[in-house]
């Protein structure tokens, strides 16, 4: 039988690239789409393709979703949608409608590409962003989404559009709802990636508020095991959060940080942001029952990889 193929949208991102190089491992043929937006450096993306260009079952399409003719993506068993415009704390002001047209419009277009394709599955890259400032904790798939952040209204409007076109068009669909993932290739906007670079160049690190906001913070690989299990195990339709299984204030990562650099932190404090909840923290019982997943990584080990990454990354740096 031939190997399977799968799309991976949003290919040369952090958590795309990382699936597409998992897949790819895994004898999967891969078909990776791209529009290599300027949201941060994108040779940082090309990087994050590297090995993957030089494989034989893999194909980069370069488009933007939102506005090229879907027609020519190709036929295949399974999609993983990751494309779209991140960062919770940018989406305000004149930037909110790039968040519409990758989040929103671009993830209706791909559904209508594929409503007719007999997919073995379509699974919707989702976010803690769209319970907000959250009512319960640990939160649960059930609790109504009440976004915080103009991003996440346009991750719940990608992933109201993808179960609707699952209830209407007999799609198999599922929605991830990511909490603040971490690690090696995470982007650079993101709260770890400032606080290695600023650690290894001797700069200080911006913390947001007093550093007690609390994130239940992923490791990239259990992320992309999350992908997989959704689509192998054929999850029932519907939405699951993945979460890292712990608690993390920001000044405790900063902590961790400072020991597995051997270097002491100077710190400035500002304002919280507007649209950046205080807590975020995954109830895990579902995906745990239906998808059999736990996550295998936790914050120590993770923080480790992600610093030896950004010591590669930022090699000539101070350190
Ligand atoms: P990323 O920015 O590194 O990757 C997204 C990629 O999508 C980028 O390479 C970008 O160029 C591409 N893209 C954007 N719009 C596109 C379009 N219209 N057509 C084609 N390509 C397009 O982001 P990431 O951190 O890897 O996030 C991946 C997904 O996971 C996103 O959907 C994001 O909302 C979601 N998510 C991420 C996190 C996290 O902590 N990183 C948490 C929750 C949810
Ligand atoms: C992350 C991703 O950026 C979003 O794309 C994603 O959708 C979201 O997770 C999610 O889980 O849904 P965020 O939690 O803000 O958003 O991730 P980080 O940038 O890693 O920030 C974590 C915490 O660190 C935040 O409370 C932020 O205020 C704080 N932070 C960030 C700082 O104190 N200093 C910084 O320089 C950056």
Not at 268 to 278: A, K, S, V
């Amino acid at each position: 039988m031939a190997e399977p193929h799968a799309l991976v949208t949003g290919a040369a991102g952090f958590i795309g690239s990382t699936l597409v190089d998992r897949l790819l491992e895994r004898g999967t043929r891969v078909t990776g789409v791209d529009c290599f937006t300027d949201y941060y450096d994108p040779a940082l993306k090309r990087r994050n393709l590297a090995a993957a260009a030089s494989h034989p079952g893999f194909r980069l399409l370069e488009l933007d979703l939102g506005a090229a003719d879907l027609a020519a993506l190709p036929e295949v068993r399974v999609v993983f949608h990751q494309a779209a415009q991140p960062g919770v704390r940018a989406s305000w002001g004149r930037e909110f409608a790039a968040y519409t047209h990758h989040n929103v419009l671009a993830t209706q277009r791909l559904l209508e590409r594929y409503r007719d394709a007999s997919l073995e599955r379509f699974v919707y890259a989702s976010s803690s962003s769209v319970y907000g400032d959250a009512e319960r904790f640990p939160t649960g798939e059930d609790l109504p989404p009440r976004p915080f952040s103009p991003y996440g209204v346009t991750k719940l409007a990608g992933e109201h559009l993808t179960l609707l076109y699952g209830r209407n068009f007999g799609m198999k669909v599922t929605a991830l709802r990511y909490f603040t993932v971490y690690g090696p290739r995470q982007r650079p906007d993101m709260a770890f990636h400032r606080f290695c670079r600023a650690l290894l160049r001797g700069e200080p690190i911006t913390i947001y508020g007093d550093g007690t906001q609390s994130r239940d913070f992923t490791f990239i690989t259990d992320a992309v095991e999350a992908n997989l299990r959704a689509w192998e195990r054929a999850a029932p339709q519907g939405v699951y959060n993945v979460g890292g299984g712990s608690q993390v204030e920001v000044r405790e990562a900063v902590a961790l940080l400072e020991r597995v650099l051997g270097v002491k932190a100077a710190l400035r404090f500002e304002p919280r942001p507007p649209g950046d909840p205080p807590r975020t923290r995954a109830d895990a019982a579902r995906i745990r029952a239906d998808l059999g997943f736990a996550p295998a990584t936790g914050i120590e080990q993770g923080l480790a990889a992600e610093a030896e990454w950004a010591r590669g990354l930022y090699a000539g740096a101070r350190s």
